[in-house]
């Protein structure tokens, strides 16, 4: 017995007892999570035949975009659950209180009835376009080799279904004020054949087909959601401003606040992802592939709306703008 060495118990963590401190909560519950990322030719510790372990050694682990330790990452906002909940309720009492406060002074009765054509088919539709970012983020997300990064698109896939429904809620409240603008009723028809949709029905049909985490996270963080936010957000609410609707206006700022906090870890996800060598080019080359397809988009739907002058030319110089504080 006295030739036994006695260990001193670690105080934290193995992984995170390197930092020699007290870790925050952040980095508790939020790092080094995942457990399908320990041999990559079986992922799930099954036979490594199996089709889960094949799609996630070929679409996560056989990706071009590489890093020696993406567990390094961290979301410089550190939002975990608990305070992500926190911000949103906050963020949801806001909203809700413009549409109870907008509702009492009969905001809607008050609208041009022709800008109420133009949100039966610029605005209601949008729910199509926020479901799909849902989709994308939640993939992203099930893929990511980390989990600081899954949360990351986790949260935002859960803000874009609080986007979707905020339509919801304005298309019914609409509908009520204008029962002939086939609020609730035409939304899936102007998705599928108005040509100011097309664009971005044919960028997020083809996003949503990429398998490959790497080209997905990129494609769906550098160049469809700036497009999204720009074209259906920013402009949507300067036209909307044009046309007395300041609630529209009130609640695309708000939704804006969410995509600021997604393009602060986009960037830090860019910039630990330049780390590695050929990483920027590789990026470059798959921002290339598909900001032609988000431009078209932009230009489709930023030509239908009213108001906003030259609309189309100064959101593709917004994304641009957006790519660069990405870091490219």
């Known amino acids: 017995m006295s030739d036994m060495q006695i260990l001193k118990p670690q105080k934290t963590w193995s992984h995170l007892a390197v930092r020699r401190r007290k870790p925050s909560e952040y980095e508790i519950v939020s790092t080094n999570l995942h457990y399908n990322d320990r041999d990559p030719d079986s992922a799930y510790e099954l036979a490594p035949e199996l089709f889960m372990n094949r799609w996630y050694k070929q679409n996560t682990f056989g990706t071009r975009l590489q890093h020696a330790d993406w567990n390094a990452f961290r979301d410089p906002d550190e939002v975990v659950y608990r305070t992500y909940n926190l911000m949103q309720d906050g963020q949801e009492t806001y909203v809700f209180g413009l549409f109870g406060q ?71 409240e609409l509908s009520l004020t204008f029962p002939n603008k086939g609020f609730g009723e035409n939304e899936q028809s102007h998705w599928e054949r108005d040509p100011a949709w097309q664009g971005f029905r044919e960028l997020m049909e083809k996003v949503l087909t990429v398998w490959d985490w790497g080209e997905a996270i990129v494609t769906l963080s550098l160049v469809v959601k700036p497009a999204v936010e720009e074209a259906v957000l920013r402009r ?35 910039n630990m992802a330049q780390q590695t060598p050929g990483n920027l080019e590789l990026i470059h080359e798959w921002v290339s592939k598909w900001e032609p397809l988000a431009d078209r988009a932009i230009d489709a739907y930023c030509a239908a709306l009213p108001d906003v002058p030259a609309a189309a030319g100064a959101t593709r110089l917004a994304t641009r703008e957006a790519r660069r504080g990405f870091g490219l």
């Open 102 to 172: 907008f509702s009492e002074r009969e905001h809607d009765k008050a609208l041009d009835p022709r800008w109420a054509g133009t949100l039966a088919r610029l605005y209601t539709p949008a729910r199509y376009l926020f479901h799909t970012l849902q989709m994308a983020s939640a993939y992203v997300g099930q893929m990511s080799p980390a989990s600081t990064i899954t949360n990351c698109n986790y949260f935002q896939m859960a803000d874009s279904l609080r986007w979707l429904s905020h339509t919801a809620y304005r298309t019914r």
């Open 236 to 270: 949507l609410g300067e036209a909307a401003r044009h046309n007395g609707d300041t609630l529209l206006g009130l609640l695309t700022d708000a939704q804006l606040i969410d995509a600021a906090r997604h393009r602060r870890w986009t960037t830090a996800f860019v």
